[in-house]
């Protein structure tokens, strides 16, 4: 009986071993999706465009995903994927919204780490979403783009270099970039946003879309954008924001864009970042200067500490802004109040450069209501906000 059984077993391995697939695999699981490749069929598109949600099939007997409507002001504040995936902490913040002028919030679907929320970070994401449906709360993807250590690992090839050491180029904090002219990495990013969407997010706003400005920028190289990287970051940046535009624009998902907020009153910053305000307006739906006063230059306005002037700062960056603005309508015939609405700044409730006070707070919203810029979010990375800065519901 022994031997019989160990012929069973040899005969099954055997027939296994003949129809199977001799190729191996590799998981892209925890880094990018849930998908797993056959790594002798792996190509650009499959790599770029599998991003796969672990979502159930649709029952009459199971929700239907909806979406809300953007609403005419949007007030939001950001949610990291660690909070969005701990519910004792996570409902403190949607009580916040509850409770006053809040009506939208800002969820990581991909991190600057490069790992993907619903794989993971936030078991419960469909959840999630559906609550703050109920609640009527708009709810926006946030998608880093171009900085993402996930991606590097798996396409080093893609990845900014180091023209002296020959290796990826990492910045001042060891975090490896993606060439942001990869059409392979754009493909991959407008894909996370369809899922995202799918999942029932309301729009998609995509971030560290730009490229890299601190540590040995002299050293940098690009493997795709090659010359023109060095040259003309712009061209490639604008081509960018046009993709996202041609590939969401026609399906009727809206998209935002986050921008340094120097690039409204120093153009000059366009040279190292790529990005220029006139390009994201004409592009996306609604672009998030993030004006943080703290991230200003001493001297700014005359104030040798921004972060201490809030309002004035806001006051002037926001002049910067519609004057753009209108430059940009006059040279595309587009009327300048419609570029002017999509202005939605992320202001700073953080202390950097100052204590932020509930005042200090109000005072960037407040700057910005002067001209007409109605919307705006509130970034905190520790998401504890000051909710004495908000008006009660």
Same mark, same amino acid.
């Given at each position: 009986?022994?031997?019989?059984?160990?012929?069973?077993?040899?005969?099954?391995?055997?027939?296994?071993?003949?129809?199977?697939?001799?190729?191996?695999?590799?998981?892209?699981?925890?880094?990018?999706?849930?998908?797993?490749?056959? #790594?002798?069929?792996?190509? $650009?598109? *499959?790599?770029?465009? %599998?991003?796969? !949600? =672990?979502? /159930?099939?649709?029952?009459?007997?199971?929700?239907?995903?909806?979406?809300? #409507?953007?609403?005419?002001? $949007?007030? *939001?504040?950001?949610? %990291?994927?660690? !909070? =969005?995936? /701990?519910?004792?902490?996570?409902?403190?913040?949607?009580?916040?919204?509850?409770?006053?002028?809040?009506?939208?919030?800002?969820?990581?679907?991909?991190?600057?780490?490069?790992?993907?929320?619903?794989?993971?970070?936030?078991?419960?994401?469909?959840?999630?979403?559906?609550?703050?449906?109920?609640?009527?709360?708009?709810?926006?993807?946030?998608?880093?783009?171009?900085?993402?250590?996930?991606?590097?690992?798996?396409?080093?090839?893609?990845?900014?270099?180091?023209?002296?050491?020959?290796?990826?180029?990492?910045?001042?904090?060891?975090?490896?970039?993606?060439?942001?002219?990869?059409?392979?990495?754009?493909?991959?990013?407008?894909?996370?946003?369809?899922?995202?969407?799918?999942?029932?997010?309301?729009?998609?706003?995509?971030?560290?879309?730009?490229?890299?400005?601190?540590?040995?920028?002299?050293?940098?190289?690009?493997?795709?954008?090659?010359?023109?990287?060095?040259?003309?970051?712009?061209?490639?940046?604008?081509?960018?924001?046009?993709?996202?535009?041609?590939?969401?624009?026609?399906?009727?998902?809206?998209?935002?864009?986050?921008?340094?907020?120097?690039?409204?009153?120093?153009?000059?910053?366009?040279?190292?970042?790529?990005?220029?305000?006139?390009?994201?307006?004409?592009?996306?739906?609604?672009?998030?200067?993030?004006?943080?006063?703290?991230?200003?230059?001493?001297?700014?306005?005359?104030?040798?500490?921004?972060?201490?002037?809030?309002?004035?700062?806001?006051?002037?960056?926001?002049?910067?802004?519609?004057?753009?603005?209108?430059?940009?309508?006059?040279?595309?015939?587009?009327?300048?109040?419609?570029?002017?609405?999509?202005?939605?700044?992320?202001?700073?409730?953080?202390?950097?450069?100052?204590?932020?006070?509930?005042?200090?707070?109000?005072?960037?919203?407040?700057?910005?209501?002067?001209?007409?810029?109605?919307?705006?979010?509130?970034?905190?990375?520790?998401?504890?906000?000051?909710?004495?800065?908000?008006?009660?519901?």
């Amino acid at each position: 009986m022994k031997q019989f059984v160990i012929v069973l077993l040899f005969l099954s391995f055997l027939i296994y071993w003949l129809a199977g697939t001799k190729s191996s695999t590799f998981h892209v699981g925890t880094k990018l999706g849930s998908e797993s490749y056959t #790594k002798n069929d792996v190509t $650009v598109e *499959a790599a770029t465009t %599998s991003v796969h !949600v =672990a979502t /159930t099939t649709a029952t009459s007997t199971e929700p239907q995903v909806t979406h809300i #409507k953007t609403p005419e002001q $949007v007030k *939001a504040i950001y949610m %990291s994927s660690w !909070v =969005a995936g /701990t519910p004792s902490v996570r409902e403190k913040l949607i009580t916040l919204i509850d409770d006053t002028e809040l009506n939208a919030v800002v969820i990581d679907v991909k991190d600057n780490t490069g790992l993907l929320s619903w794989n993971g970070r936030v078991r419960d994401l469909d959840k999630l979403i559906e609550e703050l449906h109920e609640k009527n709360i708009y709810v926006i993807a946030r998608i880093a783009a171009f900085q993402d250590p996930a991606y590097v690992k798996l396409y080093p090839d893609l990845a900014v270099t180091n023209v002296n050491t020959g290796k990826v180029w990492r910045d001042r904090k060891g975090e490896p970039w993606v060439d942001p002219g990869s059409k392979q990495m754009w493909n991959y990013l407008v894909e996370i946003g369809k899922k995202s969407y799918e999942l029932g997010f309301d729009e998609l706003n995509y971030d560290y879309i730009r490229f890299p400005t601190d540590g040995d920028l002299k050293a940098m190289r690009y493997p795709v954008s090659k010359e023109e990287g060095l040259t003309n970051k712009r061209a490639i940046i604008k081509e960018f924001y046009t993709f996202l535009h041609d590939e969401f624009s026609p399906r009727g998902i809206p998209i935002s864009g986050d921008l340094f907020g120097i690039i409204a009153t120093n153009s000059n910053e366009t040279k190292t970042l790529g990005q220029d305000l006139g390009d994201a307006l004409t592009s996306f739906d609604y672009v998030s200067l993030m004006v943080y006063p703290s991230h200003f230059y001493p001297g700014t306005a005359g104030y040798s500490n921004p972060a201490a002037y809030p309002g004035e700062i806001i006051t002037y960056s926001t002049k910067g802004a519609i004057s753009i603005a209108a430059s940009t309508a006059s040279s595309t015939g587009v009327s300048s109040s419609s570029l002017i609405a999509k202005l939605r700044p992320w202001y700073q409730d953080f202390d950097m450069g100052a204590t932020y006070t509930k005042e200090m707070v109000r005072a960037q919203i407040t700057s910005g209501e002067k001209f007409g810029v109605t919307s705006w979010m509130l970034w905190d990375p520790a998401n504890k906000y000051t909710p004495e800065a908000l008006f009660a519901e």
